[in-house]
Structure formats: C-alpha cells, structure tokens
C-alpha cells in the first residue's frame, strides 16, 4: 500500500509540474527563511550558555538614584574594591572575579607581532567559567603577575603550533610575560570573549590607578559563582546598603544579574530588567514562523484548488472501498514528498547563503551534520511543515461525496477559505514591507542628525607605544607633512563614550547637583579645531596659557542644567580642585546616536590619553594624506601596527544593529512577497482554467480584452486591497512599538503606508496580468469546446 501511495504521488507531481514546482519551490524558499533565521534565534538565545555552569554564574550591576530615591541609571560597570569586599563579608559567594574590557594589545614573538584582543582577570576567573583547557593548570595559569594565557588560534598565530608552555611574548613591548595555558577558541556567542588573558596582578603592576581603593570610579565587570543553597532575591536584598556602608554619601546599589540574561534581557528602566535583544530575536522568530506560514498556505491553496480535477480519483476509490484514513494517509504522503524535495532544496539554499548572512550579522553560525539534535530538529521540522502544509487538502479531497463528484457536483465552498489565506499572506507581507520603510527613514533620521562636530575628514589611531613620549614630534611631523591641518590627543575618541562623573561643584549648586552624571572627556590644545566642535562661547584651550591647564569646556545642556547665566569664567569644582569655564560648546553626539545628549565636559589634562586624531587636508586625497600619517607612524613607532580610523565608519558602525534589521526585513519581506505572489500566480493560472467557457461566451458577445481582464484580476485586486486595510493598523501600532527603543525617533508617516499600498497593489496586478491577458486572448472557439 505504502509503495502504491508512493507511485501516485509521484504520477500527481509529475503530471502537474506547473503547480508542483510552484509547491515546492514556495517551500524551498519559505523552509531556507525559516532555517536561517531559527538558526540566528538559536545562536543568540544561547549566548553565555555554553559553560556547565552557567546558569550559577551572576554579574554585578549597580542602580543609581537621584535626591528623591528613583533610579535614574543601571549600568554594568562596578568599582575595583567590590569584589574583594564581597568575598569577604558574604559567605555566600564562592569564586568572584574581576576583569576589564577587551582592547587590542600588541603581542609581539621572536617571528611574529600581532594586536590581540586581551583582558585582565583576576585568578577565579578561571573558577567562574570552565574554560577547556588543552595544556596549563587552570588552578595556578593567572597566578604569576607576568603570565598569560592564549587561545589555540592564537597560539598559533604567535609561534605557529599550540604547543607554547612556558614559551615567551612581549605584551605592549613593556613586559615579558610567559605562556602558562593554551584554552580551546572561545565560542564567539559569549559575552567575555578573548584571545588572551593577562593576570590582574600585571594590570596593577603597569598601571597605578587600578590598585588604589575607589568606590566612586567604575571602570570594571565583577563576575562571580553562589553557593549552591543561596537565594539569589534574598541576597540582593542584602547587598542593599553596601556601598553607603563605604560612602556615605553614596546613593547607589549593587545587585547580581544572571549573565545569561544579560544578554537577552539588558535593558534596564527605572532598576528592572525590560527586555533588550530578545526583542529582536522575537522578530526573527515570528518573521520566520511567517514566511513559513505563508509557503504553507500557497501550498493549501492550489492544492485546494486543483482539486476538481482529483474528484473523480476520490470518488471511484471510494466507490471501491478506500476508506477516509486511507486517502488522508496518500495525501498527506504527497505533502510530505513535496515537503521532503523541499527540504533538500532549501539545505543547499542555507549553505550557499551562509557565509553571506554570518558576514551580514558578524556572527558565526554553522551546522552540524554529526550532531543529532540538527537531524530530530530537521525530520521536525520535515513532520511539522508536510503536516501543515497538507492537512488541509488532504482533509478536504478525501471529504468529496463520491455520487455528486462522479455527477460532476463537486463544489468549491472552500472559494472563501482560499481568499483568507491570500488575505492573510499579503497582510504580513504588507506588514514586512511598512516596517521595512519605517527601519529605513529612523537609520536616516540617526543618520542625518547634527553630531555637534565635523566628521568629514576627521580620522584617529590609538594612542600606544613610544607615541606617549614622541607626541610633540608626532604632532610636529603630521602638520609638517601637510598631510593634516589638525592634531589633538584625548581620554578617548570623540565617538566612543567611556567615562563619566558625578559630584561637580558649582556656585549656586543644589544638593541634588551632586548626583548628575556629567559625560566626561580629557583633552589638551587644539581639540575644538581638530574635530570642528562648534563653540558657542569662549575659545579653545592653549597649551601656552598657563590658567588653561586647569580648564573646563561645558556643554549648552551642562550650562543649563547648572543654571549658569554667565559661564565664561565661572568655578567648577572638579573632583576636588577649581577649574575655570573657558568655552562652552554646542552639543555633540557622543555614545549611542539613538539617546539624548548627557551634559558633558572637557577637561584639559596632561597624560591622560588614549587616542590621538587627526583632521585630513582637505586640500590632498585622503589616500595620499594616510599613507604619509602612516609613514610617519611607523617611524616613530616602529613596533605597533598602523591602525588608522576614519570617524564616518564609527559612526556608522553605531548604526549596524538596526541597519541589520533593515536589511534582513527587507531581505525577507521581499521573499515573503515573492512566495505570495508565487500562490497568487498559480490560482490566477486555475482561475481562469475554471472559467473558460465563460470568457469565450463573453468574448462572442462582444466583451473586450481590457474588460475581460479586469473581470478576472479584479477578484484578486480585491483580496489585496482588503489585505491592507487589515494590516495598515497593525504594521503603525508594531512600528510605533518599536520606535519606543529610540529616545531620537522620526514619526510614522502615513505616505509609509500608501506607497506601500500601491507598491503591494502594482506586484499584484503584474502578478495576474500575465495569465489574464493570456485567457482574455484566447480563441472564443477553442473556448466553447472545453472539455
């Protein structure tokens, strides 16, 4: 029986090759969307997952409060004296560590020099995560201040083989550190990711300021493991407090974070979790389910349509004694056969496209063919759609009533199901293409807005190495070159926001002053010139002014915020020594383009730099003008690789996550409407099959093509115009949820929605035209002798 099934589903696909290849090549489409994005949801629901313990692994937060007790600020930076305290005073914690972020260090070999991305930790922190060690004892790796540890990569980046133990690299060509364990390459789905790791006894040793007890300075993530009986919700309750037990006048608390929520859930509002990436991985889920949904209702449709002409099989194979269940098994096996040459399509479809969507979402996702979960989600998968795509038809046709089917009476009540069906596809569809256009305008609205500087021309390199003593050379050499018309040092580039400070001093000053947090940003001479910073008042800071080295830049909004009628020479208290207002400049844009601008300040320090920019020569090619910066580089510093940055692609690195999204619903939007209008050309080939005598008795009565192709396509037209009356409001109520994430949103606009419409309303009409021209030319002869 199963063969003989087998045989005429495969007789029913060859003989309707036009609709079949339409089935499954919907299918194909649909299943390799829905593969893709399953995949990208599965990578990042399983961020921070991979460790055994991972679950008992918590990350210290810090909520801050303003004068009436409301919290104002969530963040995940801590101070360096938190882990020490909490190791001591709370029994509770087992393993607790610190460690920094990941910044590119030169790694340097007999052979070989490269940056790599390093962090420091503090030795449980290979307590804390169960790294996979391939050489080294984890119990002693971080013990010694001039040790390091490397991933297999890594390893073999520096001396060609992982086998290194006790081999030698030079970190930052300021320390010899020896080679202690080599640890399998790090999942790239993990929060504290790296290629090296460095003893926080060594970032202690090279740098003064980590060691001195600060309880107002977060700069560093504390990571830590419970023990096993510890209520995670009664112990925050006893962290409240801790800080003020140190500071007084402290109006912050500390509380465990599970890190792998932090991911998905990293949004904080007013102390709690709102959601943050899982919101996105929610999108691509349901766009996936969607697109899906829409491959399988194509598939019902025509084989719900096409079902006239299997009528007279059901009814003679029940007239001979197959029963219901039979004939849903045979259909249900023809489902599963166009589903399964689906499944083989669409495999090969995700393979090729791949490493395009690993690229487009610098992510990296692969599939294992060894691992048999893959294969039980794929027959799932296979199960889940055969089913659903032929549940329906099979249902239906084995339904036919044999003596009206053989009387040719078969009717097709189903007509309104069908229309649903084409309804609800073009609904999401529409939704897909308005969301689409909405993405697109706010990146445009970021895009456009005014940064407070100049960007164009305006480029940066790290400041390392021998560049700290031979800046004035540095600087010297670049304006001689005339390669740059502009050079300035600073705490950090003028796109990246890295530090802020509470507790400034000002005349006239409430007490709730003291806890504003200001942006903060270290300078010296020429840094309003360099970037184009526009000053509304005062002037830049000059290195020949003696009074400048102790002063301040404020911004429009930290003047108004500190109600200063008259800034220029007013007195700043600035952690604990006067400064004076020398400038006050226009807003800038600095951190994240989608937030409002914090007050901010900048400071003229001395030896307080980490990067160096430049302004290009407008008058010579930006590649004429970085090969010489990187001539004169390498000159001076000679053993760091030149990494040169142009400010306009950090900018728009900014925008990556929604432009991602941009683009895959754009991507996937159109392969919806593609699948869409897949099925609407194959009922329309049906429709007008069906009504062949009656466009030849219309034609002899005189009915001309342009009539009769309206009389056909308008039944269709009708189906999408409903469609987006349907999915109009939805699409302006999700859009408008969404721009909720941005504090800079541009509005919904209703133009959004009408060229929708009409976009959705043309591919329709050119989808139908084809086959209504098609029947509307047709000889009315030919016509009156159908059948």
């Not at 309804?423 to 293409?433: E, K, N, P, T, V």
């Not at 009915?703 to 999408?720: G, P």
């Not at 469609?723 to 859009?735: E, H, T």
Request: hydrophobic share 45%; charged share 15%.
């Amino acid at each position: 029986m199963f063969k003989l099934n087998f045989i005429i589903a495969f007789r029913n696909i060859w003989k309707n090759k036009s609709s079949s290849l339409i089935n499954i090549g919907g299918l194909a489409i649909g299943l390799s969307s829905c593969l893709l994005l399953m995949l990208y949801a599965h990578y990042e629901w399983n961020y921070d997952k991979q460790f055994k313990n991972s679950a008992g692994i918590y990350q210290a937060m810090v909520n801050s409060y303003d004068g009436n007790g409301n919290t104002v600020s969530t963040i995940d930076l801590t101070a360096n004296v938190l882990a020490a305290t909490l190791k001591e005073d709370f029994p509770e914690v087992k393993h607790i560590a610190r460690t920094t972020n990941a910044y590119k260090r030169l790694l340097t070999t007999a052979d070989n020099s490269f940056k790599i991305s390093s962090r420091y930790a503090d030795p449980d922190f290979l307590k804390v995560f169960d790294f996979q060690f391939l050489s080294g004892n984890p119990a002693k790796a971080l013990n010694d201040p001039n040790s390091i540890i490397l991933t297999a990569t890594t390893a073999k980046r520096l001396f060609g083989t992982t086998d290194v133990l006790n081999k030698t690299v030079k970190f930052e060509n300021q320390a010899s550190l020896k080679v202690t364990a080599v640890i399998k390459d790090l999942p790239a789905n993990i929060t504290y990711t790296f290629e090296a790791l460095t003893p926080w006894t060594l970032f202690e040793n090279l740098n003064q300021w980590p060691a001195k007890t600060n309880w107002g300075n977060h700069s560093f993530y504390t990571l830590m493991t419970l023990t096993g009986n510890t209520d995670i919700n009664q112990f925050n309750q006893k962290l409240k407090g801790l800080v003020k037990n140190h500071i007084v006048t402290a109006k912050e608390d500390v509380f465990l974070f599970p890190l792998t929520k932090l991911h998905l859930y990293g949004d904080f509002v007013n102390g709690k979790s709102t959601g943050g990436k899982i919101s996105q991985v929610q999108l691509f889920v349901a766009l996936a389910l969607g697109i899906l949904l829409i491959a399988c209702i194509n598939f019902m449709n025509l084989s719900t349509a096409h079902a006239q002409k299997r009528a007279k099989e059901v009814a003679i194979k029940k007239t001979m004694g197959a029963t219901k269940s039979s004939l849903v098994f045979q259909f249900l096996a023809e489902s599963l056969m166009l589903t399964a040459i689906s499944i083989l399509i669409s495999i090969a479809i995700v393979e090729l496209a791949l490493p395009w969507f690993n690229h487009l979402l610098d992510i990296t996702i692969t599939i294992s063919y060894l691992n048999p979960v893959n294969w039980i989600m794929l027959f799932g998968l296979l199960t889940l759609t055969g089913f659903l795509a032929g549940s329906y038809p099979a249902f239906y046709l084995s339904a036919f009533n044999p003596v009206q089917t053989l009387k040719k009476k078969a009717g097709f009540q189903i007509l309104g199901l069908r229309q649903i069906l084409v309804i609800i596809q073009f609904s999401f569809a529409i939704i897909l293409i308005a969301s689409t256009v909405t993405i697109y305008q706010q990146i445009q609205f970021i895009k456009n807005r005014p940064l407070g500087y100049q960007p164009n021309g305006l480029v940066e390199v790290p400041h390392e190495g021998l560049l700290y003593e031979k800046y004035d050379l540095l600087k010297s050499r670049l304006l001689e070159s005339q390669a740059v018309v502009g050079v300035t040092q600073s705490s950090s580039g003028i796109t990246n926001k890295e530090s802020t400070i509470r507790e400034l001093g000002w005349e006239g000053m409430a007490e709730s002053g003291k806890l504003i947090d200001f942006d903060q940003l270290y300078t010296t001479a020429d840094f309003v010139k360099t970037t184009g910073i526009r000053l509304t008042q005062g002037r830049d800071f000059n290195k020949d002014r003696t009074s400048d080295h102790s002063g301040i830049l404020l911004s429009e909004k930290a003047v108004r915020i500190m109600g200063l009628k008259h800034p220029l020479g007013a007195k700043i208290i600035h952690q604990g020594e006067p400064r004076i207002v020398t400038g006050v400049f226009a807003d800038i844009v600095w951190g994240n383009p989608n937030k409002f601008t914090a007050p901010m300040l900048i400071a003229y320090a001395d030896g307080i730099s980490e990067t160096i920019t430049m302004r290009l020569n407008p008058q010579k090619s930006a590649a004429e003008s970085i090969a010489a910066i990187g001539t004169i580089l390498k000159e001076l510093n000679p053993d760091f690789p030149v990494d040169i940055k142009f400010i306009d692609n950090l900018n728009q690195g900014k925008l990556k996550n929604e432009a991602t999204i941009g683009i895959l619903a754009n991507i996937f939007g159109g392969l919806a409407i593609f699948i869409s209008c897949m099925g609407l050309f194959g009922l329309t080939a049906y429709s007008a099959a069906q009504r062949t005598k009656e466009i030849g008795i219309r034609k002899i009565l005189g009915a001309t093509v342009k009539e009769l192709m309206e009389m056909l396509a308008l039944n269709f037209v009708k189906l999408v115009l409903i469609a987006i009356v349907i999915s109009s409001p939805v699409a302006w109520y999700l859009m408008n949820r969404w721009l909720m994430n941005f504090d800079i949103q541009t509005p919904v606009s209703l133009w959004i929605f009408i060229l929708t419409a009409l976009f959705t309303i043309l591919i329709s009409l050119l989808t139908v035209s084809w086959q209504t021209y098609k029947a509307a030319i047709a000889n009315p002869i030919k016509a009156l002798k159908y059948e």
